[in-house]
């Protein structure tokens, strides 16, 4: 076994004889495998035992095996204890949820603590398997067809190649003792059922199908490595064409592996697609993504705006990241968009920097009559999501007199009477 295990190492270069790493230590047949393997193989290898408490004098017995086993093969073995009923209600989670997180989160800290370069767990074959049918019967995209992966951070798997029945077969061989873990043999969550019940069935069918069906995520798993790196160059935009999209056949997919970097699933994926031009859909990551005019756009949700005073020159910060500088200065005329130059003898203070708001209205330079703000947007072809964060300046009377990087309002802007401007400008930091 251990030479289909080599080749699988050196296949997806997990292991380094150079490093240190750290094996999850159950007491397993799986894990006892993986340590006898990495240890014959003369890897510099430490073992890593939680006891969860959740088996009673079971949970002890896999503990002690785990010592004597570590101290037999000269292994170091580092232990923890947990009360994981305690941390699933405390967290709201479920027991095997509670016992995942422990179980990680120590092996990372500990993996840090003692300079290993990964952590070694002993999924096999049937594992990936089972992985592949749960995520088939619960829907799932091409990602949860492709099964448990032999990387993931600092997460290694290196006999993702072999079934646990080449695993029983190779420590009866050696001679190896293991425990067994009595939850795993009843019916009683989802992964036992179909350990248990669904791929005996479908061995029937296929003696070969769990072969079968690993040889195809892997297939799929190559076919998803090529797929993502062609959608790469989307990463690190916030807006696509979505004609870009269907040059490849399918914007749906592509669209999935853009937009799940910002939390949004299939379905969403599929709304957003199917919207008509303003439709927006928010993640539960806080993004919100926008259809318009062909583009699908991608920002943060929108944060509370507080609206800002001002009572006089002076400079203002206005959220943390914006200032608002305000001053009297020579006649002239701007024509920056983040710069209004008017006329100071028609600005009555305190002026109000806030968010647009519903019904706003204005008389914009040059025309003649008001104008509410939202059509002045939809005349200037501004997204629904530069329309949500436009400012406006109003003053003490309630009058708008400046749509920031947009308009000024008629009434107040320079002219041939002007002796003193007031200038406001407005800037991101």
């Known amino acids: ?35 006898l393997l990495l240890k014959n193989a003369h890897f510099n290898v430490h073992a890593a035992h939680c006891n969860f408490h959740l088996r009673g ?27 994981t009923r305690e941390y699933a209600e405390l967290h709201k989670v479920s027991i095997e949820m509670a016992a995942r997180e422990l179980r990680y989160r120590w092996f990372e800290q500990l993996r ?36 448990i992966q032999p990387r993931n951070g600092c997460i290694l798997r290196p006999l993702l190649c072999v079934s646990r029945a080449e695993i029983e077969a190779f420590l009866a061989e050696k001679g190896q003792k293991y425990v067994t873990d009595s939850t795993n043999l009843k019916a ?40 993502a790196a062609l959608v790469s160059k989307y990463k690190c935009c916030n807006s696509v064409e ?27 994926v599929q709304q957003i697609l199917n919207a008509e031009c303003g439709g927006m859909v928010h993640s539960e990551q806080g993004y919100d993504v926008l259809k318009d005019r062909g583009r699908l756009i991608v920002e943060p949700a929108l944060k509370p705006f507080k ?55 204005m008389q914009p330079f040059g025309m003649k009559g008001r104008k509410l703000l939202s059509d002045l947007m939809t005349d200037l072809k501004t997204t629904v999501f530069e329309k949500r964060r436009q400012l406006v300046v109003v003053d003490s009377q309630g009058v708008i007199v400046w749509a920031i990087g947009l308009r000024i309002a008629d009434f107040v802007a320079v002219s041939d009477a002007t002796k003193t401007v007031i200038e406001l400008v407005f800037s991101v930091q």
């Open 1 to 35: 076994m251990w030479s289909k295990v080599e080749r699988y190492i050196e296949k997806y270069k997990l292991l380094k004889y150079s490093e240190l790493y750290l094996v999850a230590l159950s007491g397993g047949a799986d894990s006892v495998a993986l340590l």
């Open 57 to 83: 004098e079971e949970s002890d017995r896999d503990e002690a095996f785990c010592v004597e086993l570590c101290k037999g093969l000269g292994v170091e073995l580092h232990r923890a204890h947990f009360d």
């Open 112 to 147: 840090e603590d003692i300079g290993a370069a990964g952590i070694c767990v002993a999924h096999h074959r049937d594992d990936s398997v089972e992985t592949v049918l749960l995520n088939l019967v619960r829907g799932t995209g091409l990602r949860g067809l492709t099964g």
């Open 188 to 227: 009683d969550v989802q992964r036992n059922i179909v350990r248990l019940e669904v791929l005996p069935l479908l061995r029937k069918l296929n003696p070969a199908v769990a072969e079968n069906i690993q040889r195809t995520a892997e297939n799929l798993g190559e076919a998803q490595t090529v797929l």
């Open 242 to 268: 979505i004609s870009e999209l269907e040059k490849y056949g399918s914007s749906e997919y592509i669209a999935f592996e853009w937009l799940k970097n910002y939390g949004f699933n299939g379905s969403q």
């Open 307 to 361: 609206p800002m005073r001002i009572p006089e020159e002076g400079t203002y910060v206005l959220d943390g990241n914006n200032t608002f500088r305000v001053h009297k200065c020579a006649v002239y005329v701007s024509k920056e968009p983040h710069i209004a130059t008017l006329d100071a003898a028609k600005i009555h203070f305190p002026l109000t920097v806030r968010r647009v708001e519903e019904g706003d209205w």
